[in-house]
Nanobody, 120 residues
Framework: EVDLMESGGGSVQPGGSLRLSCALS????????LTWLRQAEGKGLEWVAF????????DYADSVKGRFTISRDNAKKMMYLQMNNLKAEDAGTYYC?????????????RGQGTQVTVSS
């Protein structure tokens, strides 16, 4: 069983929307806080969003606040990132990860990533 596996990336125009998904192992779904991280080409890793184990606590980077929504369904072993009003600067590889916290790019385990392209 893969611990974390992202999907849902693609190419959209500025202002468009995408919904990223992250399939979780049962252990991770039950016991771990989760984060979304991203990395633009040629740049460092950036923290995007955080969600607590039960989904009751969430937090976002200022750059995505009001446009992105993180959620999880532990029964389905899934986490999501709804991204609206996408901008060129949102492009990059998106990773779901464990071991992190709000505002930090630290992680213990992450998926292989899913690519998001935003261009006209």
């Amino acid at each position: 069983e893969v611990d974390l596996m992202e999907s849902g990336g693609g190419s959209v125009q500025p202002g468009g929307s995408l919904r990223l998904s992250c399939a979780l192992s049962e252990l991770i779904a039950r016991h771990y806080d989760l984060t979304w991280l991203r990395q633009a080409e040629g740049k460092g890793l950036e923290w995007v969003a955080f969600i607590s184990i039960g989904g009751y606590s969430t937090d976002y980077a200022d750059s995505v606040k009001g446009r992105f929504t993180i959620s999880r369904d532990n029964a389905k072993k899934m986490m999501y990132l709804q991204m609206n009003n996408l901008k060129a600067e949102d492009a990059g590889t998106y990773y779901c990860a464990t071991g992190g916290q709000a505002g930090s790019v630290r992680f213990d385990n992450r998926g292989q990533g899913t690519q998001v392209t935003v261009s006209s």
